[in-house]
T-cell receptor, first 112, second 114 residues
Framework: KQEVTQIPAALSVPEGENLVLNCSFT??????LQWFRQDPGKGLTSLLL?????REQTSGRLNASLDKSSGRSTLYIAASQPGDSATYLC???????????FGAGTRLFVKA | GAGVSQSPSNKVTEKGKDVELRCDPI?????LYWYRQRLGQGLEFLIY????????KSGLPSDRFSAERTGESVSTLTIQRTQQEDSAVYLC????????????FGPGTRLTVT
């Protein structure tokens, strides 16, 4: 059974700091891994999608890596801004079915 | 273009009543997902539709939950004989091709069972 864990559960950093969010999964048989942000009371916004054959994806100040063999992904946020404050979720889509499994998320607060 | 829309945005119902939640995916998206997010918890996968293939219902928590989708259009999630533990935000997402493409989420329907 696939389990997705995100560490830390919460993080508070000063503006401008670079930071790393971690995601681990127990079953490496995945099609893809996706990072989302969720703002309070709102739906999810897709940030980056990494296919199982890829090792990383970049978008602006965000970089996500995937090490499928070790069951890990990281989301790197450069030069953090208060507008980055949100909950960040990672999710894996398993092979052998269509179920997407989400981690519990990391609540990020960037202080101005 | 228009994103994923869901209706209603909020629904309050009495225990034991049936509710129907609606999701309008992005036009042309063949894949559609339903998730549930209870207060303070992560997202739980409920069901997945891909084109005209048989849906993956493996996440539905009980036989009180059912969902339908006609072709690649609107989907409805029905909860019969609602219970208080059904209170949650129900999120719908669509994707151009499932697996290989990003999921785009709607704003969700907040269901409260009193």
């Amino acid at each position: 059974k696939q389990e997705v864990t995100q560490i830390p559960a919460a993080l508070s950093v000063p503006e401008g700091e670079n930071l790393v969010l971690n995601c681990s999964f127990t079953d490496s048989a995945i099609y893809n891994l996706q990072w989302f942000r969720q703002d309070p009371g709102k739906g999810l916004t897709s940030l980056l999608l990494i296919q199982s054959s890829q090792r990383e994806q970049t978008s602006g100040r965000l970089n996500a890596s995937l090490d499928k063999s070790s069951g890990r992904s990281t989301l790197y946020i450069a030069a953090s801004q208060p507008g980055d404050s949100a909950t960040y979720l990672c999710a894996v889509e398993n092979t052998g079915g269509f179920k997407t499994i989400f981690g519990a998320g990391t609540r990020l607060f960037v202080k101005a | 273009g228009a994103g994923v829309s869901q209706s209603p945005s909020n629904k309050v119902t009495e225990k034991g009543k049936d509710v129907e939640l609606r999701c309008d995916p992005i036009s042309g998206h063949t894949a559609l997902y339903w998730y549930r997010q209870r207060l303070g918890q992560g997202l739980e996968f409920l069901i997945y539709f891909q084109g005209n293939s048989a849906p993956d219902k493996s996440g539905l928590p009980s036989d009180r939950f059912s969902a339908e989708r006609t072709g690649e259009s609107v989907s409805t999630l029905t909860i019969q004989r609602t219970q208080q533990e059904d209170s949650a935000v129900y999120l719908c997402a669509s994707s151009p091709d499932g697996r290989w493409k990003e999921q785009y989420f709607g704003p969700g329907t907040r269901l409260t069972v009193t």
